[in-house]
């Protein structure tokens, strides 16, 4: 059996994402609620810090793949053949190559940004 077949593997990838993801928002609103006041100057300190860099490089991360599983259930939901006919091979694979090239360059991007 490989990994990414069973679904309640999915369902686990889905929901450690969304605990990181979780996770990194309480990071943000304890900096946020703790800090005195959050001017650009804090801000920019507070992102340009290791750790802070490296957990928002684990939250985009776990952002692509919740993301990427996401697409996958509503194009699997809404592109098949009962709602498209012949066409819902080519509009499917479009959605989700789409939606990849999307998710690779918001990724990308987003490393940019951080580092």
């Given at each position: 059996m490989k990994f990414f077949e069973s679904g309640t593997n999915e369902f686990i990838i889905i929901r450690a994402c969304a605990l990181l993801m979780f996770l990194y928002i309480i990071y943000l609103v304890y900096f946020?609620?703790?800090t005195p006041v959050v001017d650009y100057m804090t801000w920019e300190?507070?992102?340009e810090g290791?750790?802070?860099r490296i957990f928002s490089?684990?939250?985009l991360i776990s952002f692509a793949i919740h993301t990427w599983f996401g697409t996958w259930a509503i194009g699997t939901d809404y592109f098949t053949p009962a709602r498209l006919g012949?066409?819902?091979k080519i509009v499917?694979?479009?959605y989700r190559?789409?939606?990849a090239l999307l998710i690779t360059v918001v990724l990308i991007w987003s490393f940019i940004i951080i580092w």
């Open positions: 946020i609620v703790s300190a507070f992102f290791f750790l802070t490089s684990i939250f012949g066409l819902s499917y694979s479009s190559l789409f939606c």
